[in-house]
């Protein structure tokens, strides 16, 4: 059972509201991750932070942006929803001190806007 | 050029055959490799990791690595129809993953 929980699970909102999908992780880990993913594709990095205070930008970060206040949680904003954020969210985190380690992945946010 | 790349599949294979999965990196620099699996709706979960040039084994599942060739792939001895999923490469240095190969095995 894996320790990063995320939530809202499914979530179906109108078009130009704000939302915050929430992840929050209980082992500890200094690096965190935010990956959107649509059905039967592949992984896209949105934002990532290394610790506390440390976010940096992925490769769709434009219309979104996170906060890393507390070690175990690292939510994600979209300021204004639009129909083409409709997609799967998957928050990630992992022991930052080692390569030894790969990502523990949350069960995701299935997200419709319409 | 993509930072990841895997065969695009989809791979389909008999039950009790070997599956081959195979990756392509860029970065030369990279040090930490890993293969997670994704059933269709799931969050993809980790099965094997590889760091060292080589085979790494874990029972029905070898790992190779060649970092000459920037090359990682996953065999899967004796395909069972759990087996059947998304395979997906990632990469640690470049917090990427390929785009994935799915594999089914008929029964």
């Known amino acids: 059972e894996a320790d990063i929980y995320q939530t809202p699970r499914y979530l179906v909102i109108g078009t130009g509201k704000k939302i915050t999908l929430e992840c929050s992780q209980t082992m500890g880990h200094d690096k965190m991750y935010w990956y959107q993913q649509d059905p039967g594709m592949e992984l896209h990095l949105i934002h990532y932070s290394y610790g506390v205070n440390s976010t940096e930008k992925g490769d769709l970060s434009s219309e979104s942006t996170v906060s890393r206040i507390r070690t175990e949680h690292f939510p994600l904003t979209l300021e204004s929803a639009r129909p083409s954020h409709t997609s799967q969210y998957l928050c990630?985190?992992?022991?930052?001190?080692?390569?030894?380690?790969?990502?523990?992945f949350g069960s995701g946010t299935r997200l419709t806007v319409v | 050029q993509k930072e990841v790349e895997q065969n695009s599949g989809p791979l389909s294979v008999p039950e009790g055959a070997i599956a081959s999965l195979n990756c392509t990196y860029s970065?030369?620099?990279?040090?930490?490799f890993f293969w997670y699996r994704q059933y269709s709706g799931k969050s993809p979960e980790l099965i094997m990791s590889?760091?060292?040039?080589g085979d790494k084994e874990d029972g029905r599942f070898t790992a190779q690595l060649n970092k000459a060739s920037q090359y990682v792939s996953l065999l899967i001895r004796d395909s069972q129809p759990s087996d059947s999923a998304t395979y997906l490469c990632a990469v640690l240095s470049d917090m990427r993953f390929g785009a994935g190969t799915r594999l089914t095995v008929k029964p």
């Open positions: 970065d030369r620099g990279s040090q930490s």
């Open positions: 990630a985190s992992r022991q930052g001190y080692s390569g030894n380690y790969g990502y523990t």
């Open positions: 590889i760091y060292s040039n």
